[in-house]
Each structure stands twice: as C-alpha cells, then as structure tokens.
C-alpha cells in the first residue's frame, strides 16, 4: 500500500464527493472476485486504500496558500488503475 503522502499545516485532506475536510482512513479495496452462478462466492482479492472517514469516496488534497486542490502520488496511483496499467 501506498505510504500517505505527508502534508503542511496549510493543507487538508478533502472527500471527493464534496463533504469537505476529513481525516485519511485505510479501507481494504476488491480488486478481484470470483462466485459461482449462485452467488456463492469462491475468492477475492483486495488491496490497502486510503479513502476519506466521512463517505469513503477518493481524497483530494487542499492548500490554503494557493486556494486551490493540489496534485499528489494518490491522485497519480489512481489515474494509472482506471486505465488498466
């Protein structure tokens, strides 16, 4: 997993839903799953995330300084899995 970038005092994390600031929480992610035709399921796989406490949706990272969201590792991790890489 994915080490949380650190930040200043001047930024926060944020939920992508738009809940506002919030706390960074470790969840477990399904990368895989496999189930018989009735549902019984057979395996699955899952991988650390960090998600946002208040929703569980993406974090987007907000610095005051600049007033605006800024780019991070977590971002890029997430831009590379929604393409299959």
């Known amino acids: 997993m994915m080490e949380l970038p650190k930040i200043t005092d001047k930024q926060e994390w944020c939920c992508e839903r738009g809940c506002g600031p919030c706390r960074a929480m470790e969840t477990d992610f ?3 799953r496999s189930e018989t ?16 406490h208040c929703c569980g949706m993406g974090l987007m990272l907000w610095d005051r300084d600049l007033e605006d969201f800024v780019e991070t590792a977590l971002q890029d991790t997430k ?3 929604s393409h299959g890489v």
Do not use: H, I, M, P
């Open 79 to 81: 831009q590379e899995d």
């Open 30 to 32: 399904e990368v895989f």
């Open 37 to 52: 035709l009735d549902g019984e399921l057979l395996e699955s796989r899952t991988e650390k995330v960090w998600v946002s």
